[in-house]
């Protein structure tokens, strides 16, 4: 990577309602680093990371650009919000991307790189269930790379569903993170991971790689939930011939008891308060049950589903349940200023030096570095 091209960051969320602290933070971060690291030419985008079907992208969505907004968190390129956005490099909707995507697979499929597998997830689960009984770690044993050219043909006239997956390098990956050093990954841990799904939606790993080095981002700081992620990006950016942007993951934020805070333990509460009440159906709101039964039955059966925000909050207050503060909002509705939060947040993960705790924004994005990050 060149230390002459300018800076450029990005956040990346997927539209999942409110804005949750930890993304938050990782976007305070990003506009540090692009502004001050960068200077006048540093830049900061905003994408959508919406190609996940399963979650809607309707407004209510979308709810995190105003919290960003309220924040004083505003970006160069991306969706057009509030005096934030534009910029040449997008669209910055991933699901507006799609072709975009299809022609680096196909691209991946005829260098050898990547490759179509067929097996039904029975298949897969019978194969996973083999593994486990024999105490074997999973791998997909690549039995699709013994297709033939005419086979292949096959299979898609007749409409077979299919998968593509990236044939992993057999050497190790090295990724070298500002904040955690260098990570390795040894030969042979790597699953031929899938790039593409049956419904011809790309995975993240593949839109994140592609989208990045598009858009030219030069570092990328994100969470450190997707630490493990990083070899296989950096395994699809050397096949595809793209320059590995700077990493550097964030420490997770926790709760005060311990586990891991996540955008979903608001949803994780709700269940718990539903089920205690031995709610079988939707509550009625004002205007009909709060949640269609449909959603409800769904999310209530599910380990990770989430609401909408305003179903949320409905569905909270018909229970009389006192929702975890986790997101941006929760705090802006406690009657937080947003200098406030700017500062709580950046000290979860980064410290000035010295013993100042009080700081704003210009502060921040005169003094941050990726150095004084926390492990
Ligand atoms: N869409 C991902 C998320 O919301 C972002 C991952 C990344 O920054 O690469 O966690």
């Known amino acids: ?108 499929i005829d260098q050898g790189h990547a490759y179509r597998a067929f097996e039904t997830p029975e298949e897969l689960n019978a194969k996973r269930a083999e593994a486990r009984a ?114 550097a993951h964030l420490s997770l934020i926790m709760n005060p008891d311990g586990s891991k805070m996540s955008k979903r333990d608001q949803d994780k509460t709700l269940r718990k308060a539903v089920k205690e009440a031995g709610l079988t159906e939707p509550p009625l709101g004002q205007d009909g049950p709060v949640v269609s039964l449909s959603d409800w039955s769904a999310w209530l059966g599910s380990k990770d589903g989430q609401l909408r925000p305003d179903e949320t909050e409905q569905l909270a207050a018909l229970l009389g349940v006192q929702l975890p503060e986790i997101n941006v909002n929760d705090f802006k509705r406690a009657g937080y200023l947003p200098e406030v939060l700017i500062n709580y947040l950046a000290l979860l993960g980064w410290s000035p030096g010295g013993d100042r705790e009080q700081f704003d924004m210009s502060f921040l994005v005169e003094h941050f570095d990726l150095k004084r990050v926390v492990k």
Not at 88 to 93: C, E, L, M, S
Request: hydrophobic fraction near 35%.
């Open 1 to 108: 990577m060149s230390t002459q091209s300018p800076i450029r960051t990005r956040f990346a969320p997927s539209p999942s309602g409110h804005l949750h602290v930890g993304g938050a933070r990782t976007a305070l971060f990003c506009l540090a680093y692009a502004k001050g690291r960068g200077g006048p030419q540093g830049q900061m985008l905003l994408r959508i990371e919406d190609t996940d079907q399963r979650r809607s992208s309707d407004a209510a969505s979308m709810a995190f650009l105003e919290d960003l907004h309220w924040l004083g968190i505003s970006w160069d390129e991306g969706p057009t919000f509030e005096g934030s956005g534009g910029g040449d490099t997008g669209p910055y909707f991933q699901s507006k991307r799609l072709q975009i995507y299809g022609e680096y697979l196909e691209k991946l």
């Open 134 to 247: 024999a105490k074997q770690p999973y791998r997909y044993d690549r039995a699709a790379l013994s297709l033939s050219k005419e086979q292949i043909e096959q299979l898609m006239a007749a409409n077979t569903p299919y998968v593509i997956r990236f044939k992993v390098p057999d050497n190790a990956i090295t990724v070298v993170d500002e904040v955690l050093g260098e990570v390795t990954t040894e030969a042979g841990q790597l699953d031929d991971f899938v790039i593409c799904k049956t419904d011809g939606f790309p995975t993240y790993h593949l839109a994140v790689v592609v989208d990045d080095a598009l858009m030219g981002v030069t570092h990328v700081i994100r969470g450190q939930e997707h630490l493990n992620n990083t070899p296989k990006h950096a395994a699809l950016q050397d096949a595809l011939g793209f320059d590995r942007p700077v990493y």
